[in-house]
């Protein structure tokens, strides 16, 4: 007698978050983890902070003008309504979220689905930005991009911000922020305050 046996097959999901300084190459690699997806037929989201509309309004656009479409969304809950029936979830700049986008992205991963996600991991203080140390406790996968300091060409760390405002959040790019080393940012740091 033959007895078939059915096998139970499910998605697994899991998080990767992609992180670093400035102009490290996140959103570039955060490109082209989605686009080899895509490659594969799998079905894909992508989602940024509506706050975010420094080189386009919807697309997710890198340093390197790499670009990928995306839905730019208010709050890290509208991605739970915008995700049925997908395989892969991006989602950039991560740091503007609240803590609830930690939340969401268990929930997606507990559903199967793969989240990837890029965010700075540091302020331009030097310290543990928004909701990226859970998200980096929370994943499976971690991968840290550098940048190029641009006073010593050593792998920066910090995004140092050149301009004085104390605000926590703001938009810029290499008119406002440049990467530094440890050892050049507390220089940069302590010239600041002799000055």
């Known amino acids: 007698m033959f007895i078939e046996k059915t096998v139970e097959t499910h998605k697994k999901g899991f998080i990767e978050v992609i992180c670093g300084s400035m102009f490290s190459g996140k959103t570039e690699e955060l490109i082209r983890r989605l686009k080899r997806a895509k490659y594969a037929r799998q079905r894909v989201e ?19 003008e790499n670009v990928i479409h995306s ?67 929370t994943a499976e996968y971690v991968t840290k991009v550098h940048a190029i300091c641009l006073h010593c060409g050593d792998l920066a760390h910090v995004s140092h911000r050149m301009i004085e405002n104390d605000k926590l959040v703001l938009l810029g790019e290499t008119d406002t922020y440049q990467p ?16």
């Open 46 to 64: 992508i989602f940024k902070p509506a706050v975010d509309v420094r080189y386009d309004v919807e697309n997710v656009v890198s340093h390197d």
């Open 71 to 137: 839905t730019p969304v208010e709050s890290a809950s509208q991605i739970l309504l915008l995700t049925a029936d997908v395989d892969v979830v991006g989602i950039d700049e991560a740091q503007f979220f609240d803590a609830e986008i930690v939340n969401v992205c268990n929930m997606l991963a507990n559903r199967g689905i793969r989240v990837i996600v890029a965010g700075l991991d540091m302020d331009y203080l030097g310290k543990p930005f928004g909701p990226i140390p859970a998200l980096l406790a």
């Open 180 to 195: 530094l080393c440890r050892s050049c940012y507390n220089k940069a740091i302590k010239g600041a305050e002799k000055g």
